[in-house]
T-cell receptor, first 113, second 117 residues
Framework: DGGITQSPKYLFRKEGQNVTLSCEQNLNHDAMYWYRQDPGQGLRLIYYSQIVNDFQKGDIAEGYSVSREKKESFPLTVTSAQKNPTAFYLC????????????FGAGSRLTVL | AQKITQTQPGMFVQEKEAVTLDCTYDTSDPSYGLFWYKQPSSGEMIFLIYQGSYDQQNATEGRYSLNFQKARKSANLVISASQLGDSAMYFCAMREAPQGGSEKLVFGKGTKLTVNP
């Protein structure tokens, strides 16, 4: 079955450490997205990519980095520069380069100790 | 400025009754799209329904319908015959294309729906 796989599902990190969240899709979708979700805040866009080797900053990109070396993969690194990284992170993809219907992964919950 | 506004943090409905979840949006683009997603307690986002700005008729998908009022810039979700499994967070989203950027979806803060037996 096609879909999006995010790993790990739960992650704990000490302050000052970088951490990378994995996102893999086998839907052959062109566009991929990373959202952050905090209680009462809804979803906020971190980074997105329409094609391989290209990505754009979303609304809250500071303290995060991404890469898009392969069509099916869009990892997100939460760096030590991110002041409040504890959150639920959702990866999504869509067919074509426009923002069409998004298919989401199950999410990764990051907790900074 | 907030592009998507969901004014109801929480809603309650009796099983088998209908419920309307409000969503208003702000855009100056003539072409846009509106989406509704459901997020159960498991966390995964589930697509429910889509309405294009040029669509003449309101979108419907099974028990879900979208009450699209373009002049009022509202896109309310109507769930008919509520079921216990409808208890979840519901998010309204809009597709926008910022100047110089690529299309992206912007989400509202969500409404928590509780269906009571």
């Amino acid at each position: 079955d096609g879909g999006i796989t995010q790993s790990p599902k739960y992650l704990f990190r000490k302050e000052g450490q970088n951490v990378t969240l994995s996102c893999e899709q086998n839907l052959n979708h062109d566009a991929m997205y990373w959202y952050r979700q905090d209680p009462g805040q809804g979803l906020r866009l971190i980074y997105y990519s329409q094609i391989v080797n290209d990505f754009q900053k979303g609304d809250i990109a500071e303290g995060y980095s991404v890469s898009r070396e392969k069509k099916e993969s869009f990892p997100l690194t939460v760096t030590s520069a991110q002041k409040n990284p504890t959150a639920f992170y959702l990866c999504a993809s869509s067919k074509g380069r426009g923002a069409n219907v998004l298919t989401f992964g199950a999410g990764s919950r990051l907790t900074v100790l | 400025a907030q592009k998507i506004t969901q004014t109801q943090p929480g809603m309650f409905v009796q099983e088998k009754e209908a419920v309307t979840l409000d969503c208003t949006y702000d855009t100056s683009d003539p072409s846009y799209g509106l989406f509704w997603y459901k997020q159960p307690s498991s966390g995964e986002m589930i697509f429910l329904i889509y309405q294009g700005s040029y669509d003449q008729q309101n979108a419907t998908e099974g028990r879900y319908s979208l009450n699209f009022q373009k002049a009022r810039k509202s896109a309310n979700l109507v769930i008919s015959a509520s079921q216990l499994g409808d208890s979840a967070m519901y998010f309204c989203a809009m597709r926008e294309a910022p100047q110089g950027g690529s299309e992206k979806l912007v989400f509202g803060k969500g409404t928590k729906l509780t269906v009571n037996p």
